[in-house]
């Protein structure tokens, strides 16, 4: 068994840690990442974390180990609890043996994590933090009261490749006193943090697990913090007032009560006729409210979520529904870890002929059945893969990526003729049928495929690629399944 090794990064004079395990003291992360350290348990130790400075100096030193490669997923601790902190590290504890058992097996999932991947792919660092804590981790929403966004992912957020950044220009020790308060509530990370959530989801690498809250933000600047005001419905003015009103029956004159009593009797302002019988000579409109900014009388104010942030006023109905969710780790995230690539989702095809891969493979045998029978029956297979995808939406943005894959998936879709049947068998690896058609005139159409990669403009590092080859299963094999001899292709691709 791997011993690991326990490290305490030790921040003042007032530690409560004991333990006979045996720990190495560093006075910061920065001086532990010096020391290229082996994978271990990380422990923050030495100052009581009361006052607002103390749970900064706390707060950097995660960053700076979050914003690692070497801890971005390590089991990390804090001595004492620290309110909004305790919620982005593993736990609380003045005994590190209490917490052993679950740290190792952090650890040991972790062993088996491709390091080296983890260095420049965040995503993959979110991924790989889940991953390393079991298959039941549940990635819960935190809320946030103080923060406009409301909810948020504060430990994902710790993990951005803008904090790592952020922590380095931003050391406690410069900065003001009015900076580190706002920099504490790292408000651009807490919102890049739902954006990195919501983009994992989108690519299938994390699954829904419950729906935890519905909130409703703000459709101009997506922050959380409304409030509901009533207002005048003919000017808006918040400054009205319920009164009791009078509809003088004689002249039909609508006002508040007020301005028609008169001594001990109601007299109408207007028309001067004594009101005597409620029912026969006035009755109480339903319009009781009065604004008094534009003097318009109304039965019922009007509600208006008021945004506290960026000030728009918007119908409650007209708001934006968030609702907000707990995810899990899927099989794709999983497999993105334990690989350490991330592979784009890519829809290639679509429409009645693209099956279901299973099906693909029993159709295959199929027409490898006519064929021993009808030997002028030939068919054959494409494969097509593309590579880089993920690497190229990272540093092109999405709509730049989106518009080049839409071009694509256009040219590609153009070349297949309508009886052709496609299939996928990963995110990134399709496959076309294509019967009564000889290797070599399949083949012609894969070299055209491959042509594509000459017309696509890109201008980031790396290079979408796209493979195609043709294949064909041998006429004199009919036992070996159709999906054995596809792996045996995708091989080549
Ligand atoms: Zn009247
Ligand atoms: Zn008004
Ligand atoms: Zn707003």
């Known amino acids: 068994m791997t011993v690991y090794k326990i490290y305490r990064i030790l921040l003042g004079e007032e530690p409560v840690h004991y333990s006979d395990e045996k720990i190495t003291d560093f006075p910061s992360a920065g001086e532990l990442l010096e020391k290229k350290p082996k994978p271990g348990i990380v422990l923050i130790d030495g100052i009581k974390g009361n006052k607002t400075s103390d749970m900064l100096k706390v707060f950097w030193e995660l960053v700076e180990l979050r914003g690692s490669a070497e801890f971005c997923f390590a089991p990390i601790y804090i001595s004492r609890t620290m309110k909004q902190l305790d919620i982005m590290v593993d736990g609380i504890t003045a005994n590190i043996e209490e917490r052993l058992p679950e740290a190792i097996s952090i650890l040991e999932r972790g062993a088996r994590v491709r390091r080296d991947a983890l260095i420049d792919n965040y995503n993959l660092r979110m991924l790989t933090y889940m991953y390393v804590r079991g298959d039941s981790y549940l990635l819960s929403p935190v809320c946030a009261p103080f923060s406009q966004w409301v909810y948020s992912y504060p430990h994902i957020a710790l993990l951005l490749d803008s904090a790592s950044k952020a922590a380095q220009m931003l050391r406690p020790e410069d900065l003001s006193g009015q900076d580190r308060l706002r920099s504490f509530r790292f408000d651009t990370e807490i919102m890049m943090a739902l954006k990195a959530v919501a983009y994992l989801e989108d690519n299938g690498y994390i699954e829904r697990y419950a729906l935890v809250d519905r909130i409703r933000k703000c459709p101009k600047c997506r922050t959380g913090h409304l409030n509901y005001v009533d207002i005048c419905p003919n000017c808006g003015s918040i400054d009205f007032e319920k009164k009791v009103m009078m509809h003088c029956f004689t002249c039909g004159y609508v006002a508040p009560d007020s301005d028609f009593r008169k001594s001990m009797s109601f007299v109408c302002p207007k028309c001067n006729t004594v009101l005597r019988h409620l029912g026969s000579d006035y009755d109480h409109p339903l319009e009781s409210h009065e604004c008094n900014n534009c003097g318009s009388k109304f039965i019922e104010p009007e509600v208006k979520a008021d945004c506290l942030f960026c000030r728009t006023r918007t119908d409650p109905s007209d708001l934006t529904v968030v609702n907000v ?45 006519y064929r021993k029978r009808y030997s002028d029956e030939a068919f054959s297979v494409i494969g097509l893969k593309f590579s880089n995808l993920y690497e190229v939406e990272t540093s092109l943005g999405e709509d730049i990526y989106n518009k080049i894959m839409d071009e694509l998936i256009f040219r590609i879709r153009s070349m297949v003729r309508s009886t052709d049947i496609t299939t996928s068998s990963a995110p990134d690896t399709f496959w076309i049928l294509l019967p009564r058609t000889a290797l070599e005139n399949s083949r012609i159409l894969a070299e055209r495929i491959e042509k594509l990669n000459d017309m696509l403009e890109i201008t980031s590092e790396k290079k979408i690629e796209i493979r195609a080859r043709s294949f064909q299963i041998p006429a004199e094999d009919d036992q070996t399944p159709a999906e054995q001899y596809l792996a045996m292709f995708a091989e080549e691709l």
Do not use: H, P
């Not at 969710?325 to 995230?333: A, M, P, R, T, V």
């Not at 829809?347 to 059945?369: A, S, T, V």
């Open 325 to 369: 969710y707990s995810y899990k780790l899927s099989e794709k995230g999983s497999a993105a870890v334990r690989t350490g690539t991330m592979q784009m989702e890519v829809q290639l095809f679509d429409g009645q002929n693209n099956l279901k891969f299973g099906y693909f493979c029993n159709i295959l045998e199929w027409m490898r059945e």
